[in-house]
């Protein structure tokens, strides 16, 4: 599977017992996921989930993690991507997995990322105007008093 994914997307690519890890820049990420969606001895048709991780220690990078599936197929994919803390952009994939709504909506409510072009990033797991990310390691929870 590795040698089906082209050098265009300017990505680098490890391959683990049983899943694939690409790591992409956000501006390829678009393209790179509607290739491995629409190409057919690939045929990513589900999203299992989107998760962020907070690396705090690494200079505030925060990472976007993409995990693909091949029901048809019966293979496994990871997309990677790094973000900056100050400013976390990243293209919205709702338009190629709708299934990304709500990932989107969760990783912008509880780490502040940006899924640019998401039809709709209101709050899902906090109230509006709830003032911080939570999911954060810099998000102060010994300040935090509950209701």
């Given at each position: ?26 501006e390829w990420l678009l393209s ?116």
């Amino acid at each position: 599977m590795e040698d089906t994914i082209p050098n265009e997307f300017e990505s680098s690519i490890s391959a683990e017992i049983d899943m694939v890890t690409v790591r992409s820049s956000p501006e390829w990420l678009l393209s790179l996921c509607q290739f491995l969606k629409a190409t057919d001895c690939l045929d990513f048709n589900y999203l299992c989930s989107i998760s962020v991780v907070d690396y705090e220690q690494s200079e505030g990078i925060f990472e976007v993690v993409y995990h693909l599936v091949s029901l048809a197929k019966y293979h496994k994919i990871a997309i990677k991507v790094s973000l900056p803390a100050i400013e976390p952009i990243v293209p919205s994939v709702t338009g190629i997995w709708r299934a990304a709504d709500w990932f989107e909506r969760e990783g912008h409510d509880l780490f502040g990322i940006v899924f640019d072009g998401h039809p709709d990033l209101s709050p899902l797991l906090l109230y509006e105007g709830f003032d911080g990310f939570p999911g954060r390691k810099s998000f102060p929870f010994h300040d935090y008093q509950e209701w």
